[in-house]
């Protein structure tokens, strides 16, 4: 049984790398000649276009699209105005004025 390899973050640009070879040899050739994962490179085949949209020194993707985009731009305004008269805000607070918002 091989070893289990540790993790590893890989860059944007080295993703692309991957896809690039992919489309002249198979996902196997391609993982062993970057010494990964074949899954990986199904997963980075599947977001191609996302990765190259990021810039290429970006490891990963780790942001969701707002659930509620209208609260969190009337809640971002609030806080930056509150920021601006120099008022403390915690998390809390944020919590009960997105209560309040609602």
Same mark, same amino acid.
Request: aromatic residues 6%; proline residues 1%; contains cysteine.
């Given at each position: ?15 692309l ?20 994962? &074949?899954?990986? %490179?199904?997963?980075? +085949?599947?977001? #191609? ?5 990021? =810039?290429?020194?970006? $490891? @990963?993707?780790?942001y ?11 809640? &971002?305004?609030? %806080?930056l105005?509150? +920021?601006?008269? #120099? ?5 809390? =607070?944020?919590?009960? $004025? @997105?209560?309040?918002?609602?």
């Amino acid at each position: 049984m091989a070893a289990k390899k540790s993790r590893q973050s890989y860059t944007a640009k080295f993703k692309l790398n991957v896809c690039e070879l992919v489309e002249t040899k198979s996902n196997r050739k391609a993982a062993l000649q970057f010494d990964t994962d &074949k899954k990986n %490179v199904r997963t980075w +085949r599947k977001m #191609k276009t996302t990765l190259l949209a990021m =810039t290429k020194t970006r $490891k @990963a993707q780790r942001y969701k699209s707002a659930k509620w985009p209208e609260l969190e731009r009337n809640l &971002k305004q609030w %806080v930056l105005e509150m +920021r601006s008269k #120099k008022l403390r805000i915690t998390t809390t =607070t944020i919590k009960l $004025k @997105a209560k309040l918002l609602t």
